[in-house]
Every structure is written in C-alpha cells, then in structure tokens.
C-alpha cells in the first residue's frame, strides 16, 4: 500500500468516489455487526493486516485440491482440522462436500481482534496490543504501516487503550452460520509452528500457509516437522496454494505419514509450491 490512508466509502462526496475508485475503501467499522453483509465482510477483510500473512476471502477456491480428499480417502467419522483457515470460507466450503465427517476445526492465529470504539473512530488492535487500523466516518489508516499515521494517531490510541475492547470476529458470515447451527464444527486459535494438542486429527489441511512468500526453508520445514509430529501414522496432510500465476489455479498435494517421512498419496496438475520440503527423506530427520 503506498498511502497507508484511504477515504471511506459514503463519507464523501459520491462524485469524489467516482472519480477515484482507489482511494475508497468499505468502512471497517461493519465488522462490528453481528452479521455483516458478505460482499461487505469480504471488501473489509482484505484491508486487514494482521501477522506476517495475507487474510485472503474467496468461496470456492479450494476446490481442484479439495478433490484429492474426496477421491481418495474415506473420510466418515474423521476429525479434519483446518490450520491457516482465514475467514473460513473455504472450511465451509469442504465441510458441505464432507458429510460424513466426525468434526472439524477452524484454526487460525488470527481469529479475533479487539475493537474500541472513541467517539466516532473505531481503533482495532491485533491479539499482541499493536493497533492495526484506526477507522473514523471519513479515513480509515494503518499505524502498524506508516510511521506517520502511527504519530498522528497516537493520542486516539492512547485513549482506546484506556477503554474497554469487544472482540470483533475474523470469521466470515457463512462460516459464523456454520459454528452456531453445527456441533461438529468449532474454531481453535492455533500457531501452525506450535504442536497441535488434543486428539490427534485425521487430515490436516494447510493452505496459503507455508509459503516462499512468507517464510524461508528452514521455517517451512519446521513447520512442516510439527505437522507430522501431531498427525498418527496413516494421517494425511492436505497442502494447498494459490500462486496467482497465469495458467495455474491452484496447487495441492496430499501426503501420507508413513514410517518417518511423508508419501505423496495424489495431487493437482501443478504440485504445491513445497512438494520438494514436504516430500524430502530429510525432512523429519533434519
């Protein structure tokens, strides 16, 4: 982003909105609603940024990696657990293809945020205390971007500091649908670097995770250490990315834990960015 402030949609002039279509953006302050609009919810997300990762909205955009599960593996009674699930669209999306499953987790390291509301600005702050975004009925900026917008904000800060935070949801209003109305589904906070703990799942299903774009080899493999630690031997990992590279739609690679390494069970016609980690004889060794 190369102005780390923006106007807000329907506090200016509809002409001026017209003229520059880029320098508006949704208010963020919708996020406060019980049940936000999708088309709302999804404009508001992608300004979002919380973490080393990119929230990322978009129904179905699983699906050719989706298939791998389906086809190959019989997944009645199965605990899937969803790591790096975002606003879960995606979760929803494979849970009304599944539906037999015995349960299944949404995780994610970015579930909530906290929200203040200081006379007409809203200030949001990640789960550490770093204020993310401060929105008022005009401007929306980001503090965590700029050194200069961190400045000027900071007595609005300071403030909402001083007052108490609600929660504000990172869930989508399908998947929000989806964890009131079936038991079966539940979310988690959970940091993929972490061992999972409870039951061990079935399938873990990583995407948009374990990137190039966002860690180096040595996280990823460590990462990817911790995922067959907590998977029993015969667990399979699903692994899936969408490298936004023309011709190609979506990776995804399943993978057995077997013995002490991963095999590869099926993939898409383009294997995921980190088949090579994922499938090295050094992996769990190293």
């Keep these: 982003m190369r102005a780390p402030v923006r106007a807000v949609r329907g506090g200016w002039p509809a002409a001026w909105e017209r003229r520059a279509p880029r320098l508006f953006r949704t208010d963020p ?3 406060l609603e019980e049940d936000p ?3 709302d919810f999804r404009a508001v997300m992608s300004i979002i940024h919380v973490g080393e990762t990119i929230k990322i909205t978009q129904a179905d955009r699983h699906a050719p990696a989706d298939a791998l599960l389906r086809d190959h593996l019989d997944l009645a009674g199965a605990t899937v657990v969803d790591i790096g699930a975002s606003d879960g669209s995606t979760s929803v999306d494979l849970v009304a293809k599944l539906p037999d499953l015995g349960s299944y987790v949404i995780a994610d390291l970015y579930l909530e945020l906290s929200a203040v509301e200081v006379g007409r600005h809203v200030v949001l702050f990640d789960p550490h205390g770093t204020c993310v975004l401060v929105a008022g009925r005009r401007l929306v900026g980001w503090p965590s ?3 200069v917008v961190r400045v000027l904000a900071a007595p609005l800060v300071a403030r909402a500091r001083r007052r108490p935070a609600r929660p504000v949801l990172l869930l989508g209003p399908a998947a929000r649908r989806l964890v009131r109305e079936d038991p079966r589904v539940t979310t ?3 940091d993929v670097f972490q061992p999972w703990t409870g039951p061990a799942p079935d399938v873990v299903k990583v995407a948009n995770l374990l990137r190039r774009l966002y860690f ?4 990823i493999r460590r990462a990817l250490r911790v995922l067959f630690a907590g998977l029993p031997e015969g667990g399979h990992l699903l692994v899936v990315d969408n490298p936004r590279v023309p011709g190609i ?5 399943l993978y057995r834990r077997s ?3 991963f095999v590869p069970v099926a993939q898409t016609e383009h294997p995921p960015e980190i088949a090579d980690l994922i499938a090295s004889p050094e992996l769990v060794r190293g």
């Design 188 to 190: 988690r906070v959970h």
């Design 29 to 31: 302050r919708v996020l």
């Design 37 to 39: 609009s999708a088309e």
């Design 259 to 261: 013995g002490d390494c």
């Design 216 to 219: 180096g080899d040595e996280d």
């Design 145 to 147: 971007l700029s050194r």
């Design 249 to 253: 739609d979506v990776r995804g690679g």
